[in-house]
């Protein structure tokens, strides 16, 4: 079974940066495509960013456009979020999902998910 597990939410001022971690533990890691996922309480989960199985390939929401990087290391079978110039309405608990089909921002597509990550961004 694909089990995966977020790291590195907190608190941050705005403008400030953090970066997320998923580790993906389970056969195949190479072969998902990959992407995050942010939810507000009380707000449906929303796109953040995807990458395809190899890295050569990434998508992004336009409000996170130019600010947050996605990628990957497939021999540490672990994705990333690096997030820069955050704001407060970035704030949210933050998810990573794998999808053993192609590149996608629709959440249903994503076939397994992370427990999530609280990010809080002040101002």
């Known amino acids: 079974q694909v089990q995966l597990v977020e790291s590195g939410g907190g608190l941050v001022q705005a403008g400030g940066s953090l970066r997320l971690s998923c580790a993906v533990s389970?056969?195949?890691?190479?072969?998902?495509?990959m992407g995050w996922f942010r939810q507000v309480s009380g707000k449906e989960r929303e796109f953040v960013a995807t990458?395809?199985?190899?890295?050569?390939?990434?998508s992004y929401a336009d409000s996170v456009k130019g600010r947050f990087a996605i990628s990957r290391d497939n021999a540490k079978n672990t994705v990333y979020l690096q997030m820069n110039s955050l704001k407060p309405e970035d704030t949210a608990v933050y998810y990573c999902?794998?999808?053993?089909?192609?590149?996608?921002?629709?959440?249903?597509?994503?076939?397994?998910w992370g427990q999530g990550t609280q990010v809080t961004v002040s101002s």
């Open positions: 389970g056969r195949a890691f190479s072969s998902y495509a």
């Open positions: 999902a794998a999808d053993q089909g192609g590149i996608s921002s629709f959440s249903f597509d994503y076939d397994y």
């Open positions: 990458i395809n199985w190899s890295g050569g390939s990434r």
